[in-house]
């Protein structure tokens, strides 16, 4: 009878320490309630080049605001992904993506915040912000609202070479203003046997490029809402930049259909004088050669250098869910990554361009175009006005090769047709 006692009281000893235990779990859990007060942000993020930045960045944001944990989501194919998020309800806290139609689609259905009224917008360039309202993609101009913030910005136009510049005689300081200053350039690097163009053509989308850095100047974003509205064409609106482009690729004087990878390559080893692409080309030049001496020019197209506008888009936008429901850690997050110091450090990181009035640039090459920027001389890509079903760097790649302006022109107005035809949106 003594050793049953002696055995029940060990039992009862155990179930006692595994309900203390018990206990001792449920209070840690229930600290960790306390801890439950932790919010954690589900931040969707696109850009993949930024992705080791953007990590870095939540990780210190979570060091100064301990009851936030940031989850990040990176995203390979983020138009796609993020449709299928709004689609199953799940609109994530924090979102970057970039300012193009797709962006704007998404803008005018709701989903994102109304920034038009927040005090942030006010240090913020007045033209990148004109750029983020005009994306929106309705026909009223009152519904052209602030759904995101501009977070960094890009510019289009062509990379030199400024050890060639001075090779032929030329101010890298100072590159051409008109269009006929631009091509006199490139015939006197041919006539030096310098290729003066290093072409890419073997990825279409590069062709893009030169298209939008012309069209920032001969077309006015308002002929976008009228190419809408059907009262214009693409013959009125692109026959003089695909014209101009066909002309600028008759100046490549290498092989032509390369890659973007192999074209950067060739041009960071002093292949060429310039190559048509923009700001986000830099980066992977400079890492082939890190001591090529770089300018940045805009892409003049007309004969009047004063009526230039630069091609710049919002290369990262920043915005959060419209119904998170946390919005005031979201804003905390957006708030920090919009601070002077976050902008400018991703600006260095990815040769960017800050959308703050005052106007930093991450790479010294971009100090050319610093004029536009504080004159709001700046314009859209046109392409970011085209549905991506659209094929225009295919198009584009065929005009070039075959100078048939026509063709691209027509197959353009067709297949934008029919985009219009099932388009049902105001």
């Given at each position: 009878m003594k050793l049953a006692t002696t055995k029940f009281r060990r039992v009862l000893r155990g179930a006692c320490a595994a309900v203390c235990a018990a206990a001792i779990g449920l209070g840690a859990a229930a600290c960790g309630g306390a801890n439950s007060n932790v919010v954690t942000l589900d931040f969707f993020q696109f850009k993949a080049e930024a992705a080791d930045w953007f990590k870095q960045a939540a990780q210190e944001f979570e060091k100064e605001n301990p009851d936030i944990r940031i989850n990040i989501n990176n995203s390979a194919n983020a138009q796609t992904d993020l449709?299928?998020?709004?689609?199953?309800?799940?609109?994530?806290?924090?979102?970057?993506?970039?300012?193009?139609y797709s962006f704007g689609t998404f803008a005018a259905s709701?989903?994102?915040?109304?920034?038009?009224?927040?005090?942030?917008?006010?240090?913020?360039?007045?033209?990148?912000?004109?750029?983020?309202?005009?994306?929106?993609?309705?026909?009223?101009?009152?519904?052209?609202?602030?759904?995101?913030?501009?977070?960094?910005?890009?510019?289009?136009?062509?990379?030199?070479?400024?050890?060639?510049?001075?090779?032929?005689?030329?101010?890298?300081?100072?590159?051409?203003?008109?269009?006929?200053?631009f091509i006199s350039m490139l015939k006197k690097f041919r006539d030096a046997g310098i290729n003066p163009v290093q072409a890419t053509l073997a990825d279409a989308w590069t062709t893009q490029a030169p298209l939008a850095s012309l069209n920032g100047t001969l077309v006015p974003e308002s002929e976008y809402t009228e190419l809408?509205?059907?009262?214009?064409?693409?013959?009125n609106i692109w026959t003089d930049a695909i014209?101009?482009?066909?002309?600028?690729?008759?100046?490549?004087?290498?092989?032509?259909?390369?890659?973007?990878?192999?074209?950067?390559?060739?041009?960071?080893?002093?292949?060429a004088a310039i190559i048509p692409l923009g700001t986000y080309a830099i980066p992977q030049i400079t890492l082939?050669?890190?001591?090529?001496?770089?300018?940045?020019?805009?892409?003049?197209?007309?004969?009047?250098?004063?009526?230039?506008?630069?091609?710049a888009?919002?290369?990262?936008?920043?915005?959060?869910?419209?119904?998170?429901k946390h919005k005031e850690q979201a804003m905390r997050f957006i708030k920090f990554l919009m601070s002077k110091e976050q902008l400018e450090s991703y600006a260095d990181n990815q040769s960017a361009i800050t959308p703050l009035k005052d106007t930093y640039f991450g790479n010294k090459?971009?100090?050319?175009?610093?004029?536009?920027?504080?004159?709001?001389?700046?314009?859209?890509?046109?392409?970011?006005?085209?549905?991506?079903?659209?094929?225009?760097?295919?198009?584009?790649?065929?005009?070039?090769?075959?100078?048939?302006?026509?063709?691209?022109?027509?197959?353009?107005?067709?297949?934008?047709?029919?985009?219009?035809?099932?388009?049902f949106r105001n």
């Open positions: 449709r299928t998020r709004f689609v199953k309800d799940r609109v994530p806290d924090v979102i970057t993506f970039n300012g193009d709701g989903v994102f915040y109304d920034f038009t009224d927040d005090p942030m917008v006010d240090d913020l360039n007045e033209g990148m912000v004109n750029i983020a309202k005009n994306l929106v993609q309705t026909s009223d101009p009152a519904k052209k609202r602030l759904y995101g913030l501009p977070f960094a910005g890009n510019a289009s136009g062509y990379i030199y070479n400024k050890d060639l510049f001075r090779k032929v005689g030329l101010d890298p300081d100072n590159p051409p203003t008109t269009w006929d200053e809408k509205e059907g009262k214009t064409t693409f013959k014209t101009k482009e066909i002309e600028l690729f008759s100046y490549a004087d290498s092989e032509k259909g390369v890659t973007y990878q192999q074209g950067t390559q060739n041009f960071a080893k002093g292949q082939i050669n890190k001591d090529i001496d770089l300018g940045f020019a805009q892409m003049p197209a007309t004969n009047d250098a004063s009526e230039q506008v630069l091609t888009g919002d290369d990262v936008m920043l915005t959060m869910g419209a119904n998170t090459a971009l100090e050319t175009v610093r004029p536009f920027f504080e004159d709001n001389r700046v314009a859209d890509f046109c392409d970011h006005y085209i549905p991506s079903s659209i094929n225009i760097g295919g198009y584009l790649q065929s005009a070039i090769l075959s100078g048939n302006v026509t063709q691209f022109i027509n197959s353009m107005q067709s297949e934008w047709d029919k985009v219009q035809a099932r388009d």
